[in-house]
């Protein structure tokens, strides 16, 4: 219901998109792709000394940005025809519906203590995330 949503509140406003920001830097999404990018950090060392107990709260703030991006559209919308627009948002909607499945089996694990399969879940969402970005990252965004 959530995604549905979501996906509604997008697409009624598909045509009109307007951006605040002048570049992706400027915009929401791009404060908390900073933030999922510490969380994952700060996890990955967590996760190396065996803290689950830290690794689970920086696995929460992981999630908690996670859902705050999966409320904006990309930049890059802007740079594309009106009727490729909706088609691009709905994939990056179900990106990140996979990113936040992802995060559940990531906290699953870590509440299990299993490093080993956090490792695992970890090195997927890296994955998942090179290839989100290569599709949706404005070109020229750093």
């Known amino acids: 219901m959530k995604k549905t949503l979501a996906i509604m509140a997008l697409g009624l406003g598909i045509g009109s998109f307007s951006f605040a ?7 929401e999404l791009y404060a908390n792709m900073e933030d999922m990018r510490s969380a994952m950090r ?24 996670s859902e705050l991006s999966a409320e904006h559209p990309p930049f890059r919308t802007q740079q594309l025809n009106e009727d490729e627009q909706q088609a691009f948002v709905e994939n990056y909607q179900q990106s990140m519906d996979r990113l936040l499945e992802l995060i559940a089996d990531l906290q699953a694990s870590i509440a299990e203590e299993d490093g080993r399969a956090a490792g695992q879940v970890m090195a997927a969402i890296d994955n998942h995330s090179r290839s989100s970005h290569r599709q949706f990252k404005a070109r020229g965004c750093n």
């Open 21 to 27: 920001a002048d570049t992706c830097r400027d915009t």
């Open 42 to 65: 700060n996890l990955s060392f967590e996760l190396r000394a065996s803290n689950f107990e830290s690794a689970a709260e920086h696995a929460q703030a992981l999630l908690v940005s």
